[in-house]
């Protein structure tokens, strides 16, 4: 089975901390995917990765960076969190070329208050 | 611009009966369709898929429709049963960057399921 692992299931920090979020799939998988998750908005796509150093903007790149410097693990990181940047983390995975289908991790709930 | 539209946001149905999901898409590149499924404090879970090649996939109680004229896809569920109550998202592939495949996301649907 595909593990795909959140370091936080729960996380709250303070406006203008910086945050880490951390992801570690174990299946040996090309890709990597950060979403968030709000109320009505579904999931937007924040960043991806496809390759060791390579990474591209999703759909909601502002306000947030990411490191992906080992195959396994794909890290998000809120340069300066903010209120507005309270919400459910999704990091998702998924194997080489021509597979859509992305698994995902259990979800950081972060809350900045 | 909502690319993948699901414009129900809640849905209940009885044990039993078939519940029907919809999805509406403006992208006309897309060409690959997923529902996945997700439960409070976990993450979504992929269901099914359908290529655009398909007017419909079937697995086991589970059947997705598309219909790409009208941009249109649907999924059937049958007999509902309680496990079933979660949200439902939509999601739609037709780019990629590198090796990665892209989704699109719809809003979701949250289906309950009464006894």
């Known amino acids: 089975d595909v593990k795909v692992t959140q370091s936080s299931r729960y996380l709250v920090k303070r406006t203008g901390e910086k945050v880490f979020l951390e992801c570690v799939q174990d299946m040996d998988h090309e890709n990597m995917f950060w979403y968030r998750q709000d109320p009505g908005l579904g999931l937007r796509l924040i960043y991806f990765?496809?390759?060791?150093?390579?990474?591209e903007k999703g759909d909601i790149p502002e306000g947030y960076s990411v490191s992906r410097e080992k195959k396994e693990r794909f890290s998000l990181i809120l340069e300066s969190a903010s209120t507005n940047q309270t919400s459910m983390y999704l990091c998702?995975?998924?194997?080489?070329?021509?597979?859509?289908?992305?698994?995902f991790g259990p979800g950081t709930r972060l809350t900045v208050t | 611009d909502q690319q993948v539209k699901q414009n129900s946001p809640s849905l209940s149905v009885q044990e039993g009966r078939i519940s029907i999901l919809n999805c509406d898409y403006t992208n006309s590149m897309f060409d690959y369709f997923l529902w996945y499924k997700k439960y409070p404090a976990e993450g979504p879970t992929f269901l099914i898929s359908?290529?655009?090649?398909?007017d419909k996939n079937e697995d086991g109680r589970f059947t997705v429709f598309l219909n790409k004229s009208a941009k249109h896809l649907s999924l059937h569920i049958v007999p509902s049963q309680p496990g079933d109550s979660a949200v439902y998202f939509c999601?739609?592939?037709?780019?990629?960057?590198?090796?990665?495949?892209?989704?699109?996301f719809g809003t979701g649907t949250r289906l309950q399921v009464t006894l």
């Open positions: 998702a995975s998924t194997p080489l070329r021509g597979s859509y289908e992305q698994y």
């Open positions: 359908i290529s655009s090649i398909k």
């Open positions: 999601a739609a592939s037709g780019s990629l960057t590198g090796t990665a495949s892209k989704l699109t």
């Open positions: 990765s496809y390759d060791v150093k390579m990474k």
